[in-house]
């Protein structure tokens, strides 16, 4: 518009053109023209100078305008000079000459409302200057509030790869977007308050956030709702492996993530099944299993919320008919009268229905084709009948399965005479047991007294011959601590096999009494030299040590025992049928191995320890099951104290190495035989173990004895004359703490001896002297005994000389 022109415009679109400043534009006044304008109710927009007032003098009135829509970069108003009254509807203005409200709904990113002011950039918090002497209000935010944040979505799963989502509507939503809440990215835009996911993983947890969107923006995230896709049934069920007890199997993961647990079920009828195994796997594998037997197999996964899915499968297998392993440990004992006591260890094979026994016909071989007797398969010994006198009598034993197969082997073989009488010493191989496939450089031969004990016997001579030849032959001892003969129980001899043709032998031990009579019908067993395919091992370590490694099996009772070079000490392993987690394993075991931890504070070594390990990985035995750890230990004087220490063997208990914590720990109670002269615990683990004297930490259970002291009475359970190499001798004060002091006073108070220890003995003597070396009078006496820590504890006793 030119001249002095005015106009109104009300309930109008003013669209500018161009961007920039200047024409063309909705509202352009000419330079001079100095009319009046007024603006209402209009809409001003465009991506150029929507109202350009490029002069001085005019006038422009607006009243509830609004700025939308501009172009990025867009100049609303643009003008020299004039005047502006009226209002911008809606934002305001701090500027006190120019005092408008403008709307600034809808503008775009850069939009800007410009004048062009001869005075220069205005002052105040919505001018910015820049180079070119534009003065930019920038309008108010835009009053716009995203809609609020929806309650937490609820999920439905619909499968293994779907889930219903629903929520709550939200005022003032337009629409709806969810959210993966872990990755963030939009899985589903909707106008509806609900919408159904497809395609997701199995087995899997989805979690997901809603918004609610208005104008196109969406509002605050709802919290989080997970929900578990149900997992995919297991597909390609299949058997990998079959054996007569047990079997192996694998599935397919049919889209499962790895890791998805699967449980495996077995039944002999497709109906009641139980479950075999849990595992994060897609194999299994199933033991307990009897021969020649009809299995079904299924599979089901399971899905992180711990629902389970369909079963895969079913799939049908049968065992295989399986040739039993032969019984183990036959033993035959001459018994008087002719008689002949036959002992064995059961099949470690399942689904024994019987044993046949067969014997010789006097040609010094086993008859094998016709049976002498038969037993049950719960049957594990017999006597025989009267047997032809003064003649050696040779049996097998096979084992008989329930699926009608018969066992071959010609190894469980042993012999006795047929005696009228036994007199003297007898003895018997009962390490390696009869049967036994043995190899290496310190294999175990022990024997044990069957008539007359360790005093009548002066030796036992280990022997051994090829099977079939009339020729025996020393053992030759693998070092000089366990000489053959062997004149000290335990009876056992180390052998060095290593040189001996694989094959069969026979064993025997001949005992001699303390006159110099051997055994002259020592009983035999059977075993094979077998380097390869051997089932017990032994290895010298170097130092005395030795490692013993024993095939065992879960469906018998297993014994193993072993001992070092270097002592006398004998340990035994006893492993109970059913403690393992697999059909079969090897067990090692060294004796005192190298490095052993320091004994615990307060405790003496016995010298016996032993470090078990099973060669399927196990530690933890299965089924609650214990094995015991059996230690003997020697007194060879029989004066109730372990040689070579001052420990009785009621303070000796056997304990457990914790490497975690790097500590001897008692864990199990120690049973003590003073008979057998053993210690015994049950262990519910391997590890490795030792036994030790340990000192009591109180003055409570504190003994003396003899009480009284008769040193001169010729007995010597009531007083023996005190010597230093007698630990019975004099007056004896045990169960003691490891520091301890006593004072012997007379009745009246009188000071007479003192004396204590710190070595932690467990043990003192008094020699029954006072201090000045003479021996005190006979009378009553108090000991007064202390110990760190302890309260004091007086104990009277008695002297008769």
Not at 81 to 94: D, K, R, W, Y
Not at 221 to 244: G, I, M
Request: hydrophobic share 40%.
């Amino acid at each position: 518009m030119t001249g002095s022109t005015g106009a109104s415009v009300a309930g109008s679109l003013l669209r500018g053109g161009a961007a920039g400043a200047g024409p063309p534009a909705s509202l352009a006044l000419s330079t001079g023209n100095s009319g009046a304008f007024s603006v209402s109710s209009s809409v001003l927009s465009g991506a150029g100078a929507v109202v350009d007032v490029p002069g001085t003098g005019s006038s422009l009135a607006f009243a509830s305008v609004t700025l939308r829509a501009l172009g990025a970069g867009a100049t609303g108003v643009h003008f020299l000079g004039g005047t502006l009254v009226s209002t911008f509807s809606g934002t305001a203005f701090e500027d006190a000459l120019l005092s408008v409200n403008v709307s600034a709904g809808g503008l775009m990113a850069g939009s800007r409302v410009t004048m062009r002011d001869a005075s220069g950039p205005r002052a105040g918090s919505l001018f910015e200057a820049d180079l070119s002497g534009f003065v930019d209000w920038v309008p108010d935010p835009d009053p716009f509030v995203p809609p609020a944040g929806p309650a937490a979505p609820t999920g439905t799963v619909l499968g293994a790869s779907s889930v219903a989502w629903t929520w709550a509507a939200v005022g003032g939503a337009e629409g709806y977007r969810l959210y993966s809440s872990s990755s963030g990215s939009l899985l589903a835009t909707t106008m509806s308050t609900g919408v159904v996911l497809t395609g997701l993983l199995p087995a899997a947890t989805h979690a997901v956030s809603v918004a609610a969107v208005a104008r196109n923006v969406p509002g605050a995230l709802s919290p989080a709702a997970t929900a578990h896709t149900h997992a995919a049934p297991p597909t390609a069920v299949a058997l990998d492996a079959l054996w007569a007890s047990s079997a192996s199997l694998s599935w397919a993961l049919n889209g499962n993530p790895a890791g998805t647990p699967a449980e495996l079920q077995r039944s002999t009828d497709a109906a009641t099944d139980a479950v075999r195994a849990g595992t994060l796997s897609t194999t299994a594998y199933d033991a307990g299993l009897i021969g020649c037997t009809s299995y079904y197999y299924r599979v089901r996964n399971r899905n992180p919320a711990g629902v389970d899915s369909d079963f895969g499968g079913p799939l049908l297998v049968r065992t295989p008919v399986s040739t039993p392993a032969a019984p183990g440990d036959l033993s035959a004992q001459s018994l008087p009268g002719r008689r002949v006591s036959l002992t064995w260890n059961p099949s470690a094979t399942e689904g024994i229905v019987g044993y046949r026994l067969y014997k010789d016909t006097g040609a010094g071989a086993v008859d094998y084709s016709a049976t002498y007797a038969q037993f049950s398969g719960t049957t594990f010994s017999t006597t025989t009948v009267a047997l032809s006198s003064g003649a050696i009598h040779l049996f097998g034993l096979r084992a008989l399965h329930r699926c009608g197969v018969e066992e071959t082997n010609t190894h469980a073989v042993a012999s006795a005479w047929a005696l009228e009488s036994l007199d003297g010493v007898r003895a018997s191989i009962k390490v390696p047991a009869t049967g036994k496939k043995i190899s290496g450089n310190r294999v175990m031969v022990m024997a044990e007294l069957d008539t007359g004990s360790p005093a009548d016997v002066s030796s036992i001579l280990f022997q051994y011959r090829s099977t079939g030849s009339a020729t025996w032959t020393d053992i030759t001892a693998a070092n000089d601590n366990h000489p053959n003969p062997d004149r000290d129980q335990p009876f056992f001899v180390h052998w060095n096999v290593t040189g001996l043709a694989d094959r069969a032998y026979d064993l025997r031990a001949v005992a001699s009494d303390v006159v110099g009579a051997s055994d002259p019908a020592p009983g035999t067993i059977t075993i094979l030299v077998d380097s390869v395919g051997f089932e017990v091992k032994e290895t010298d370590l170097g130092g005395g040590k030795v490692k013993k490694e024993q095939a065992v099996s879960n469906e018998t009772a297993n014994t193993i025992a072993t001992a070092e070079s270097g002592s006398a000490v004998v340990t035994k392993v006893m492993l109970p049928a059913g403690a393992l987690n697999t059909s079969d394993a090897t067990l090692s075991a060294t004796s005192n191995p190298a490095a052993l931890p320091p004994p615990p504070a307060a405790a003496t070594s016995l010298g016996a320890s032993i470090e078990i390990t099973l060669s399927n990985g196990q530690s933890l035995l299965s089924n609650g099951q214990t094995a015991a750890i059996v230690f003997n230990y020697p007194d060879d004087d029989g004066d109730g104290i372990i040689d070579g220490t001052t420990i009785r063997p009621e303070n000796a208990e056997i304990q457990t190495f914790d490497v975690p914590t790097n500590k001897w720990k008692k864990e199990f109670a120690t049973t003590v035989d003073k008979n057998a002269r053993t210690l015994t615990g049950h262990t519910p683990h391997f590890s490795l173990f030792a036994a030790f004297g340990v000192v009591t930490t109180g003055l409570n259970q504190i003994r003396v004895y003899p009480n009284p002291y008769k040193p001169n009475a010729g007995n010597p359970d009531e007083g023996r004359t005190f010597s230093r190499a007698d630990p019975l001798s004099g007056v004896v004060f045990d169960n003691l703490p490891a520091v301890v002091e006593i004072k012997i006073y007379t009745l009246t108070g009188r000071l007479v001896s003192q004396f204590g220890t710190s070595a932690g003995t467990g043990a003192v003597q008094w020699d029954g002297k006072n201090d000045s070396g003479e021996d005190v009078a006979t009378g009553g006496y108090f000991a007064v005994i202390t110990s760190p820590g302890q309260a004091t504890v007086i104990k009277k006793l008695a002297v008769i000389r």
